[in-house]
């Protein structure tokens, strides 16, 4: 997984509440080996008519938004049910950051554990960000913690162990990996334990 420090792009606004995991990845694409190739599929149903032909009054098929790294929605993204593919559909579509009002939880972990931030904002910041800055440069400065749209700040506050993850560029498993030696220390003088209480 990439390291995570500090991204500039723009942003893709979604305007739009309440959005499922089926939503964002259906049941049907699902059946995908390895995590990449589910971008064409995100938002499916809401990018394609039933001919597969792209709707034109969805952001995501807009040349305006063309390349921006950063999700802008609202309130409730990725509740439903816990399917990982859906972090997976946006990672590979190429969204580096979300920023919404809430997430379900499990949603919001998995993309940290993914290498996506999830940035939770105020429901007035990001009205203000709907309203007045979709076409503005986003600074986000995970060290810092903060967003910078020209010369305003907006500051943001994320769980310590999941920032150590993003800006380290770990997941649960590559952080186990780096205790090795620990385990092995650990492991080696159980073992002595067991088998001297063997002999006894």
Not at 69 to 98: C, P
Not at 131 to 144: A, G, M, V
Not at 156 to 167: C, E, G, N, Q
């Amino acid at each position: 997984m990439e390291p995570f420090k500090n991204l500039t792009s723009k942003v893709v606004p979604l305007d739009i509440a309440n959005i499922d995991t089926d939503q964002i990845i259906p049941k049907q694409f699902l059946k995908l080996l390895g995590k990449t190739g589910y971008g064409e599929y995100l938002f499916f149903n809401w990018r394609y008519d039933q001919q597969g032909k792209p709707l034109e009054d969805f952001v995501l098929n807009s040349s305006l938004f063309s390349g921006r790294q950063i999700l802008l929605t609202r309130e409730n993204f990725g509740i439903g049910s816990s399917r990982e593919h859906a972090v997976w559909a946006l990672k590979d579509y190429g969204f580096k950051v979300i920023l919404g009002v809430s997430f379900a939880d499990i949603f919001y972990n998995n993309c940290s554990k993914n290498g996506v931030l999830v940035i939770k904002m105020d429901k007035n910041t990001i009205e203000d960000f709907f309203s007045s800055k979709t076409n503005e440069n986003f600074e986000i400065d995970l060290i810092q913690q903060q967003i910078k749209i020209n010369s305003k700040v907006f500051d943001f506050d994320i769980d310590p162990t999941l920032k150590s993850y993003l800006v380290n560029g770990l997941d649960e498993i590559s952080k186990t990996l780096e205790l090795g030696n620990h385990i092995k220390k650990y492991e080696d003088k159980h073992k002595v334990s067991v088998e001297t209480e063997s002999m006894i």
